[in-house]
Nanobody
Framework: QVQLVESGGGLVQAGGSLRLSCGAS????????MGWFRQAPGKEREFVAA????????VLADSVKGRFTISRDNAKNTVYLQIFNLKQGDTAVYFC????????????????WGQGTQVTVSS
């Protein structure tokens, strides 16, 4: 059973940066494709980024390209989401998710989810 735990969220001023982490346990982490999604109040959960098991393939939503990067450290069983130049529109709960197989942007394709970490961007 895959267990995912996100951390690194918080209250940040617009223009600031954050690095979110997601640690995995209960599984061979290097066999997983990992994704990040976010859900703002009253909105659907949306795809943010995904990374293949090796880190060789990354996918970013158009809305975050240029400000977000996704990376992973298989030795630490951790995937990261680095966010630069935070905007108020980035305020959301950020979730990491995992799946076997290639990178996907559809949330239905991910089989395990963390509980989420709140990111709040103030003006």
């Amino acid at each position: 059973q895959v267990q995912l735990v996100e951390s690194g969220g918080g209250l940040v001023q617009a223009g600031g940066s954050l690095r979110l982490s997601c640690g995995a346990s209960g599984v061979l982490f290097s066999s997983l494709t990992m994704g990040w999604f976010r859900q703002a109040p009253g909105k659907e959960r949306e795809f943010v980024a995904a990374i293949s098991w090796s880190g060789g393939t990354t996918v970013l939503a158009d809305s975050v390209k240029g400000r977000f990067t996704i990376s992973r450290d298989n030795a630490k069983n951790t995937v990261y989401l680095q966010i630069f130049n935070l905007k108020q529109g980035d305020t959301a709960v950020y979730f990491c998710a995992s799946r076997y197989g290639g990178t996907q942007i559809l949330r239905s394709m991910y089989t395990s989810w963390g509980q989420g970490t709140q990111v709040t961007v103030s003006s």
